[in-house]
Nanobody, 113 residues
Framework: EQLMESGGGWVQPGGSLTLSCVAS????????SGWYRQLPGKQRERIAT?????SPNYAASVQGRFTISSDKNTLSLQMDNLKPEDTAIYYCYENLATEGPAWGRGIQVTVSS
């Protein structure tokens, strides 16, 4: 599978961005989809995951501000009320029943005034 993120960039604190991830696979093959991020000097962390038929799960740091959604070929992350500490490289992730895990290349999000 190939995953490609888009929608990153620079935004002021309090602003919003929407990340998208286009996936080349059958949605029926997806076990779980999610978004991770890696802050400078830190390990990659899970921030949101979604599985068909189950409510999304969010990290405490983004709960109430970020919303994950998935349709046929696109995984999205709506990010509202962004804070400087959200500055990171964001990665799209999926685990497929047939191929196993796959990662996007990552996209930079910068929150600053």
């Amino acid at each position: 599978e190939q995953l490609m993120e888009s929608g990153g960039g620079w935004v002021q604190p309090g602003g919003s961005l929407t990340l998208s991830c286009v996936a080349s696979r059958s949605i029926r093959d997806v076990l779980i989809s999610g978004w991770y991020r890696q802050l400078p000097g830190k390990q990659r962390e899970r921030i949101a995951t979604v599985t068909y038929g189950i409510s999304p799960n969010y990290a405490a740091s983004v709960q109430g501000r970020f919303t994950i959604s998935s349709d046929k070929n696109t995984l999205s992350l709506q990010m509202d009320n962004l804070k400087p500490e959200d500055t990171a490289i964001y990665y799209c992730y999926e685990n497929l029943a047939t191929e196993g895990p796959a990662w996007g290349r990552g996209i930079q999000v910068t929150v600053s005034s």
